[in-house]
């Protein structure tokens, strides 16, 4: 067997969904309401169905994965992992480098893994709309697919500057049978005040989830989905770190480090939380997350409850947040402008289980292009932060002669981001330094809350 592609059979597809929050040292910190007092399930029902208000607040360490969400599973899953050994010897390094590529999926990047178990669960418990946002388009477009699979209409927010820029995943969430709207928009009180403020409003994820969970709280046949940061969401992706685990067991080799670009945080959260059961029993094994120095919520936030979006509809959450109203620069990594993190990894984080590191703009893509050299894939720019993080590390592998074993999570193809690897070659991109007077400003409108 070649260890070049690291396959598994259909059936080592997981059964279960690993729940992290059975090996913390402390339980998770609770989302709040603004008054101070943990959010009822009753206040969450309105917008998610049942079964996932469950895994949202469970403490059981395994989930099962229903049968008709594993049978979709098997379309893409399990994903490949390959031993990238073109690129450890263009780096010259001796350490071992291994990746998961989860950009074979229909929508070409992990949100698919859980776009379709929140699709069944709604429509296991009668709900036949759902509202949803997208930034760039990679979540509306998994989020559309699903629903699409599971006769659910899909109705998708759309930041209004990706609305005209990106307009190819616009036609993908159409040919999903999707509605998309360029938000703001003139259905809802967010859309219609921001509109008020300003005609020209550019759009934000804060202001496009704040249209979203309106609508879906305004209708009782309509529920909302979010495509990262929730307990449930990094929950489904942790088929990631399940599969790698079996993959790197077939091989007979184990990670020294794990690397995954960080943005919500639920594609981290997949891929490193079931090697952390492993640290929890006793393995050593290090967890390193990827994130921007342009929208640095781990290495830069403070640990503080905040809202999940611009205009306070969201519980507030206990995360690393650079201040929800903070505008992040508009880099090309789109999936990775939040100005916040999952509360999980952010809990983990502030307990020193995992580590992060914030790597700036180009250097990303000098990185990307390196591994699309090496390797064939083109890498979407979110990934491209740990495909950096990565290489960084074989390069300290290589000065000081250590041969570590190497993993990282490939999210995502580019192929719908050459415009931005055009801007790279034509070296129109920027690094935007830590924005530390802006976040200042954000940090002083942060909630009060009652201790
Ligand atoms: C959305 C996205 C990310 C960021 O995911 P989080 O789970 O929110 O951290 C990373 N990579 C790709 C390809 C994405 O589409």
New binding site residues.
Partial sequence: MSDIKILLNESDIPTHWYNVVADMPKPPLPPLAPDGNPVTPEQMLAIFPGPLLEQEMSGERWIPIPEPVREIYKQWRPTPMFRARRLEQMLGTPAKIYYKY??VSPA????VNTSVPQAFFNKMVGINRLTTETG?G??GSSMSMAGQMFGIEVRVYMVKVSYNQKPFRRSMMHTWGAEVFASPTDMTNAGRAALAADPNNPGSLGLAISEAVEEAASRKDTNYCL???LNH?CLH?TVIGLEAKKQFEKVGDYPDMVFA??????????TAFPFLADKAAGKKVRLVAAEPTSCPSLTKGVYAYDFGDVSGYTPLMKMYTLGHDFMPPSIHAG??R?HGDSPLVCQLYNEGLIEAVAVPQIATFEAGVQFARAEGIIP?P??CHAVRACIDEALRCKASGEAKTLFFNL??HGHFDMASYDKYFAGELVDYDYPEEAVKEALKRLPKIAA
């Fill in positions: 989860e950009g070409g990047s992990h949100k760039a990679q979540w495509g990262s940061v969401v992706q670009c960080c943005g919500g945080g639920s594609n981290f959260a997949g999936g990775l939040y979407a979110e990934s999210s995502g």
